[in-house]
């Protein structure tokens, strides 16, 4: 690698990890000669590069100042960058999809395969040093370092959240649209005469699709006067029915001799009797590049956007 790519990316990964953060002032070129023991024009060019790449800009009288607004990057989307961990039958599924989708619109997919929160925060540093400024995250859970993705949202990098975790402001979110699932689910379950709704989550992920789709059980509940708890009984009553927070959790409950309702839609849950709505992959990730295109076509007008997609047809 040559210097300067070397001391761009260094330089790029201190405002990334912090040491730099928007609005603040970046190194002068003597005090970035004196840390890389480089020469001026080598400095010069790796500060034109991250000017170039809105990492920093640079005032008269005042010097380099690491970005401060928000951006994105604009133009044809060429590259997607996925950071989705493959381990997940339900994850491997919406990459495949995904990846379909890219093919379709004559992009590439890079999957960064990381299985922890940790291990997705330097995933996505990776990605972004090596070029890639459009985003689509599975996050995995809370220890994903959000200050990050903010500082990587106001250096340009469009970003899309998909499913388990919210990104809030800093980021679009494309997800199921779990109120009109479990109204669906809830519906269904009062024509078959259900009285007692247990809600499984074996896992108890603290992750906001679990957190709304369990919200959303307990309020359709109690419109429809059926009794509510979040714990399996050691026996259950006549006209029980349990829901499940996912197929992987439904398919552990099976046995209970219940009705068992879920959503995720797999072929495994079909065959166990599971009554499980169906996932919209081709529309989960259609709505992905839905938000990264315009995000790029908004530009530094862009506001954060919610895409909720609904459930598929029942599979009985």
Same mark, same amino acid.
């Given at each position: 690698?040559?210097?300067?790519?070397?001391?761009?990316?260094?330089? #790029?990964?201190?405002?990334?990890?912090?040491?730099?953060?928007?609005? /603040?002032?970046?190194?002068?070129?003597?005090?970035?000669?004196?840390?890389?023991?480089?020469?001026?024009?080598?400095?010069?060019?790796? @500060?034109?590069?991250?000017?170039?790449?809105?990492? $920093?800009?640079?005032?008269?009288?005042?010097?380099?100042?690491?970005?401060?607004?928000?951006?994105?990057?604009?133009?044809?989307?060429?590259?997607?960058?996925?950071?989705?961990?493959?381990?997940?039958?339900?994850?491997?599924?919406?990459?495949?999809?995904?990846?379909?989708?890219?093919?379709?619109?004559?992009? $590439?997919?890079?999957?960064?395969?990381?299985?922890?929160?940790? /291990?997705?925060?330097?995933?996505?540093?990776?990605?972004?040093?090596?070029?890639?400024?459009?985003?689509?995250?599975?996050?995995?859970?809370?220890?994903?370092? #959000?200050?990050?993705?903010?500082?990587?949202?106001?250096?340009?990098?469009?970003?899309?959240?998909?499913?388990?975790?919210?990104?809030?402001?800093?980021?679009?979110?494309?997800?199921?649209?779990?109120?009109?699932?479990?109204?669906?689910?809830?519906?269904?379950?009062?024509?078959?005469?259900?009285?007692?709704?247990?809600?499984?989550?074996?896992?108890?992920?603290?992750?906001?699709?679990?957190?709304?789709?369990? /919200?959303?059980?307990?309020?359709?509940?109690?419109?429809?006067?059926?009794?509510?708890?979040?714990?399996?009984?050691?026996?259950?009553?006549?006209?029980?029915? $349990? @829901?499940?927070?996912?197929?992987?959790?439904?398919?552990?409950?099976?046995?209970?001799?219940?009705?068992?309702?879920? $959503?995720?839609?797999?072929?495994?849950?079909?065959?166990?009797?599971?009554?499980?709505?169906?996932?919209?992959?081709?529309?989960?990730?259609?709505?992905?590049?839905?938000?990264?295109?315009?995000?790029?076509?908004?530009?530094?007008?862009?506001?954060?956007?919610?895409?909720?997609?609904?459930?598929?047809?029942?599979?009985?």
């Amino acid at each position: 690698m040559l210097l300067t790519e070397e001391i761009y990316q260094a330089l #790029f990964l201190a405002v990334l990890t912090g040491e730099f953060k928007p609005g /603040e002032r970046f190194l002068t070129e003597q005090e970035a000669m004196t840390r890389f023991g480089a020469s001026r024009i080598t400095i010069r060019r790796a @500060f034109a590069r991250l000017e170039e790449n809105r990492i $920093i800009s640079r005032r008269t009288k005042v010097g380099g100042v690491v970005n401060s607004a928000f951006g994105a990057a604009e133009g044809a989307l060429r590259t997607v960058g996925a950071l989705v961990p493959i381990r997940d039958p339900f994850a491997r599924e919406f990459l495949h999809t995904l990846c379909e989708e890219s093919a379709r619109r004559d992009a $590439i997919t890079t999957l960064e395969p990381a299985e922890s929160g940790e /291990e997705q925060n330097r995933a996505v540093m990776r990605l972004v040093l090596h070029g890639v400024r459009d985003l689509v995250v599975w996050g995995i859970d809370r220890t994903l370092d #959000f200050d990050l993705f903010l500082r990587l949202r106001i250096l340009g990098v469009n970003l899309v959240f998909f499913d388990r975790i919210h990104p809030g402001t800093i980021a679009d979110y494309v997800a199921l649209d779990n109120a009109e699932a479990l109204r669906r689910l809830t519906t269904l379950a009062r024509k078959r005469g259900i009285e007692r709704i247990y809600f499984a989550d074996p896992g108890k992920l603290d992750i906001d699709t679990s957190c709304e789709r369990r /919200e959303f059980c307990y309020r359709y509940c109690v419109e429809n006067k059926i009794d509510f708890s979040a714990e399996l009984p050691a026996v259950f009553p006549p006209k029980s029915a $349990i @829901f499940a927070v996912n197929d992987p959790a439904a398919l552990s409950c099976v046995g209970y001799n219940v009705p068992i309702f879920s $959503i995720d839609g797999t072929p495994e849950a079909a065959k166990a009797g599971i009554i499980s709505l169906r996932q919209p992959m081709a529309e989960l990730a259609k709505a992905c590049f839905r938000s990264l295109r315009e995000q790029r076509k908004l530009g530094n007008h862009w506001q954060a956007q919610e895409y909720r997609i609904p459930a598929e047809r029942l599979k009985k």
